[in-house]
């Protein structure tokens, strides 16, 4: 048969592989779904703890101290950045995501933005109150 | 997307999305930013312990590890595809990262479980 010879080709224009960094908010698009490596290290972390917490003083003793090495404080410090690069550009899809109406008139976006600020800081502050030892 | 699969997925996203967003940045900077740096004191092993005896505590950690992991696997997904144009590799991609995910799962619900 020579129906797949014969067949025409496709026209279809090859979209480069660094597409993304042609304009700003394609960059930004794209440092916002790389933010899931961030989300995704920070659980594997709490994960590898757990071990170590289960594996014996000695363990979670040097598992601390590597903790505490500049490097890995330096390396954390930029995964803050990322955590919240992600919970800022999270929480403000949420009043596209959402329309709350109240007694048949739109609550505005900015209290919907607001009402999300306050309960990202509510859960910090629990967070704060359950980790944090005086 | 016509993928009977595709709503179950985009909501372990979306919930993961929320509770990463709500907790992680507190989460990471006091365990591995303030602590380590002596500015404020978290529990030492026992306390850990004592914190985890509670099925609630394990519970809510394995629920936030687990969600974050979706959450994770759902967007570096379609960061592959539309990213890096990785559309004909759909099916390995998202055995891969979905695969990944509940393998990790299983992992820490097996160490949280062994904590006795």
New interface residues.
């Given amino acids: 048969m020579n129906r797949r010879r014969f067949h025409p080709r496709w026209f279809r224009r090859r ?1 480069p ?1 660094f ?2 960094l042609e304009k700003g908010v394609y960059v930004h698009f ?1 440092v916002r ?2 933010t ?2 961030g ?2 290290y ?6 590898v ?3 170590v ?2 594996a014996g ?1 000695a363990a ?1 003793a040097r598992f ?1 101290a590597l ?2 090495s500049p490097w ?2 330096a390396w ?2 930029l ?2 950045a990322t ?2 690069f ?2 800022l550009t ?2 403000h899809l949420a009043p596209k995501a959402l329309v709350v109406k109240l007694g048949g008139r739109r609550v505005p976006n900015a209290a919907i933005l607001a009402g999300h600020y306050l ?2 800081l509510a ?2 502050a ?3 109150l ?5 | 997307m016509g993928r009977p699969t595709e709503p179950f997925f985009w909501t372990l996203f979306s919930a993961g999305g929320m509770l990463a967003a709500l907790v992680l940045p507190a989460v990471c900077f006091v365990l591995w930013i303030a602590a380590p740096l002596g500015w404020l004191a978290t529990p030492d092993r026992a306390g850990w312990l004592a914190l985890l005896a509670s099925p609630l505590a394990r519970f809510t950690l394995l629920a936030l590890v687990a969600l974050a992991l979706f959450h994770w696997a759902h967007r570096f997904r379609y960061t592959l595809y539309d990213g890096l144009q990785l559309h004909h590799l759909y099916g390995l991609i998202a055995t891969v990262c979905y695969g990944g995910a509940t393998a990790v799962t299983l992992v820490a619900a097996y160490l949280l479980l062994r904590l006795g």
């Fill in positions: 979209t592989i597409w993304w794209i779904e790389l899931s490596l989300v995704a920070a659980a594997l972390l709490l994960v703890q757990v071990g917490l289960g003083d979670h601390t903790l505490a890995a404080v954390h410090a995964l803050l955590l919240v992600h919970t999270w929480l309960g990202w859960a910090s629990l967070v704060v359950v980790l944090v030892r005086s």
